[in-house]
């Protein structure tokens, strides 16, 4: 395609309609912007809707309001993350049809009906207090076209809840698993299953656990294989992952 | 199938056929046998020839050639890692077929031909030095039966070559980045392609190097989404999760 | 037991008072729902009234009350860790019994009346600023149904006033040391004893202390042998693992 | 027992049969003495055989000879701990009767044999790697007068392993657990039991496993109540924890 | 210029002019208080109106406000950093020609109008929540008299927009790359530039980014040779930096 | 002194004026007690109005005036540490000859004028925001009883100021230099002078500062030998260590 | 020039001399290698016999040997680094002219003379150990070119050597300091000049200097503005980063 | 003095028997050279045979000779720390009254007899493992006049040795505390005595010892006041922190 461009400007060349400067001038930087069209393309081509994305931290009032606007004028949905209630409000007025997901602090401008993959998403959390980022990634997966599925409190101090749940296991393509405090999850549920395990250590805990800086060694030293680790609540990143993943398997269900 | 197992036995207790003590024995432990068991079947049913993989690394000539031994007995393929050129020697006297690949210092067996998958697996690294390790994720994946390709000495200092191959980026499924020193390559990569990048950091560089820390942070705390991070010089767990995702593809591709 | 279950369902299928369908459903998930299961009868066998225990820190007042309200439908006695005064004043109206323990912040109803053990735990604390620590620990072992002692202010700065209490480290079946600062403490009580001593960092200090990770590895690194370290500020959990030395104890005393 | 030999004197003194000066000098320093007898005295009343026991790591042979010879001459069995190969072959020439315990390079001299508990302890194990520490607190334990069991190889990848070995969980007075890597292992196991669980962090991994640290961290933070910690690879430690418990245990049994 | 001051008071004393004593008296401090004079002059005759600097956090109103005064007496520039708009607001106060930055915290006041440098610095930075550090070292650099320029937003997931700005990288003789998360950004401007590339790490990011500290370790640990780093957000040492260079450059294009 | 009291006991007993068993408890713990008293009449010796300490971060208002309290019912001096405003409005109430030191956060009530002694402690600080911790160490050395110089604003950077008042560093007995960012005060001024040297790291910084840890690890790896290092803004350990050296000499000095 | 290339070829486009698809396959990847080739001719416009660089840690001799066989088939200067006498010994025999600098390890291959800038680049270090990073950038200033003066031995322990050498201080255009232990150097040369100081904290020193963190450190939070840091041990990359400052004030001299 | 100097010259300008150019080059860097010179003036003044010192680690035998060589041709004692048996021998063929401390490392070649201080320096140590440390300093302490005692293997856990060993630590000027592991026995010692404490953590350990990173945590958070704590390991450091206070006592004694 970006070849194709480059031969309409060389038949015009050949045949004199246009300036061989003109032509020299709008060659020169062209690769460097198709690097940056291809990705947006490739979206594209397999997901219509797919979501602008703010992250909302360290950003004022104003500035996420100016961003939103700018990107309402697009056709295309809009995630923001760790969104406060009061950036909620704000969007509300400009967008009415933003809903705000309270736990991960995240609101969801649909403006264009994502049709759910096939394959799913699983979701595992360890405690409680690991919902938000559970969630994060949860809200993440769904605005990006995924099939999600949640099983939330199954800690490795209960391992019962987690056995009696295997199924849920079985069903999903793709499993993410967030845990704080010792974050072993990870490696139980690695040894359990043989597919794709995404792994999101959580601040949740105290002390010794030097917010979050714990559970991630225990993921990335995992005698569990194939984890991939994200970053401490990184809850959007993981689901990103997922979501790439999802939709390579939803590809290759389609294409064959 | 478990639950099938568990009917076959009370078909035989209703029938007669088995003692009430004897079949409560059999059922009692049969579920957690069935966790251990579930996975080596799903192993199976996709993959005939999955490997047997050793960990040599700290074990001693004699208790690595016993295990090896006993692998010998099944039909599997046998991958072992972090294995000393010493180490395939003495293997190598009790299965000739063993090939020594030096770089990644790995031994495969290969009992059972592997048919390999159509998408692909590509290995990226930066410097010449990671080069090990990135050889350890190809072979590995190989093993595990997946199609790889190399796209090897691209690191950012010079963005051209990376940029220069394109193509290379484009063709594959899933993409495995190897980078020591400061591990930017997963950034980079992560921001040219919308594909699970799974990033490796090696333990190449020196001073607050940290024997990789600092690859390793780099790489959870990059800018481009959806990068899952291993351990440092983990070549073969970004090869074991990169097949996991790859296999899940290429079931959808067949399954439809 | 969970064997006599298994071969009460199998005499029903036997006598065809159950169908095999059924009876390989409720067989399927029996162990897992075991595995839980199992802890909580341990618990109910020795010690009636043991109590359920809610951490309250990142909870929202509404999230406390609601399980507290949950928990109160059973007759256990219920323990809440971290707990700011509000909560209690929250807690007080839905469980007027309910007792609050201003230093170590917790919340303790006493629906059933625990009977104290023989033995004894000492908690043994070095500075004024550990109290709360030392409170947490004592409040936590006495919930569990211990005898507990105290011995506060005896910091290895002013050795003679834990030399002057010998009697009271004589007299106990286990020991906790809570400490801050550089955490000495519990190396001086493990060379003076030889019972077991559970170690609780405190995050008292500053500078170089980084909050409570010079006690940690103090205790950690103890030349004195026996010795049990447990998160930073962890009170709770010292008690917990002091308790169950105890209840062995007990055990052992009352089985013979 | 001290004061009795205050008294004994003071009668002396009372009856003319002893100086003034003399009866002050030995009065003066007596409590301090008394510190280090009493411990050892503490240990003789239940325990005859209790060994002596020298950590050998960066002691020369030369010093290990002298201080073994020197233990010699008193009846107490002798423990040795990280103790290469050519120590036990130096200390065999004054000691035949020394045996030597590869694995854990210990080496254990018994000159009065052990009455074992009654009560037991369970050292678990994960990966493989991990028996040398493992075997360290067996070793250990036993020479200290324990009934020991092992449970090797059930780490949590592979968590049907554990769960097919509850009885063994449930057959013993306190757990020692044995892990490196990420070492979930021991919330696992503190999820499954309500005894005493003793957790032992081994340095086996790479990367950001840090030496152990990763595991340390692990079971400091683990979200299973009621487990104590000890060093990185200090079988010794844990075991002698393990070993004032049982003993404890066992004393409250006889004693009732 | 030194020596000539002190041939100075030598040729008075030889004419007599001058007491030994006095002269010894004057002689005795004379290389310290060159030591610091020096420095200054050295300031002065490249550059008339160079400012003076205030480092504002951690001081009070009134302190600063004392400064200031201090400082208005003589005729330089006042540049203040980290200053909050109370601060600001004060200042003008007696100084109404002061002029507030409001994204670095700055505030300037120019007495004297400095003649820009020929030769540019470029400030570079990655995501938008850089800027207010870029910002500063944008500020200091111009309020030290250099020609400053932007190229903000270029961060490496979205490598295009940084290649296709090539002409900016290529205008200016020195480069200042301002970048938090992994902080890659210096890595590929050094693998683009042959010129001295200045490397501020930015605190922005969570988690494993550490308060900036994963940025700075890939600054350090860079590819790309040539890169000096400064502390973190330090976008005022960043800048200092730069003008050293950037005004001794100037220098050889005026003295040739 | 100790043996004396033993002996009158002794001699009671001796002379049937006291009971054998009232005697033996009595004796029994002397030693221990002793320990404390040792030192406090070591100090009495000495120093008449030696004074009592409290630290107050991190207790109540209520607590401080208790213990203050308590203390005003000796004759002793009293010197409070890390006290807000509140808390000297409060102690003022019940000692109103208390003295308020606002930069170090100090409370002074001088019951006994201190007669100050012969030699000197010089207190050296780098930039103005360490200060306070300064001031911290020279309050405290004066409510000692020693006689403090102060040099202050003498930062590396500007190396005459501090080469300017070589005199005063030539005059004093023991000097303690206070610094943060770099800390590198410590090694010039132990280069310059023979004589002991305490160094006090300060947390003035930020960024790679980490809270003091930077100018903390410059002081122990000092070039110049003879620094001895006290915890991060620790100006009363910094000040006690002095105070045990000048009292030391000046012992000596009246002792010949 | 890169658009020159375009013109050509569009221009045999527009003459029909080139076909339309091979023209468009020869501009497609053009800019991308352009990028590459950008930076060499920088280099070569200025400086002829621009040396090409080897690192030669963790590569073998014999791959050493192919790649210096491989670059000698170029006219360039070959610099190596970290290469031990062996690696000389086998460069020597395959290029004679080489010559070897024992105490940085490195070796240099002159193929073409170099001529040196008029300006000067001055290596300062502070202690003998730090003698040999302090050579490696000298080595590789001289061999880009530059003029290089050595000032070592000066460390701020004996601040009178560093004070005795002023000169050395002014004559220079840029200034790399070389420090190990506290690292406190570039702090007192930084407030000494006014000129680019490059900072290289080196590994010298033990126990708490963790292989050089403390120096660098130490260099980040200099309280002198202005200074550069790179990575520990790091001569070469202080010395590239010299290099590029000094070649743009010669740049700068000659061009006006 | 130094005034002197300068009034010496200029008497001699006023006389004219001096150039005003000679005098104005002789007095510009004097003050530079006094600095250097009026540390060790003020050694010699009290210290005859003042020893010069080598610190072997990481230096050539070739170099250390040379070092040597050099210093043999003053009348000075000579010291060399962390030197190798193999250091001694060639030094020994030099120096034939060289006399090597084996445990220490340390050379000592007393070329004039020392007179010992009257007051005394105390080392007290923890365990076998710190001997080396503890002799290096009792070795430098000697080797700069001091009298110094011994008291080891008094640890923390065995606290009656240390209890039984008071006269000592009250007979001493200054202490010395080596101790690895946790290091408490710094805290335990601070707490009996009011003088001096130096503290010298260790590498004694192993695990989350760090390398003596707990002790010196330990050391520099001691909640006993009064403890300057040196880098891990450095027994000369302590020795000559504690040499400077005791001379600094002496001199006291002698000149009243």
Request: proline share 3%; aromatic share 4%.
């Amino acid at each position: 395609m970006n070849k194709e461009d480059i031969r309409v400007i060389l038949e015009k060349v050949k045949k004199g309609e246009l300036e061989v400067d003109a032509a020299a001038s709008s060659l020169k930087d062209l690769p460097f912007k198709d690097l940056g069209f291809a990705k947006v393309d490739n979206h594209r081509s397999l997901r219509n809707g797919f979501p602008e994305v703010i992250y909302c931290e360290g950003k004022s009032l104003a500035e996420i309001e100016g961003i939103v606007k700018e990107m309402l004028k697009h056709e295309n949905n809009i995630l923001a993350s760790r969104a406060e209630k009061e950036v909620y409000q704000r969007i509300k007025e400009i967008a009415p049809e933003a809903v705000y997901h309270e736990r991960p602090k995240m609101i969801f401008i649909e403006k264009q009906k994502l049709k759910k993959t096939k394959s799913k998403i699983l979701v595992v959390s360890g405690g409680t207090s690991d919902i938000p980022v559970a969630e994060e990634a949860v809200v993440t997966a769904e605005a990006l076209g995924n099939s999600v599925e949640r099983l939330y409190d199954v800690g490795v101090a209960g391992i019962h809840r987690l056995l009696g749940n295997l199924d849920k296991l079985n069903d999903a393509e793709v499993i993410i698993t967030v845990a704080g405090m010792e974050g072993a999850l990870a490696s139980v549920v690695g040894g359990l299953v043989d597919k794709p395990v995404i792994a999101v250590p959580t601040s949740v805990g105290y002390g010794a656990n030097f917010g979050g800086v714990s559970a991630l060694l225990t993921m990335l030293n995992s005698c569990a294989s194939g984890i991939g680790v994200v970053n401490i609540d990184n809850g959007f990143g993981a689901a990103y992952l997922a979501s790439t993943i999802n939709l390579q398997i939803e590809k290759a269900r389609k294409e064959g």
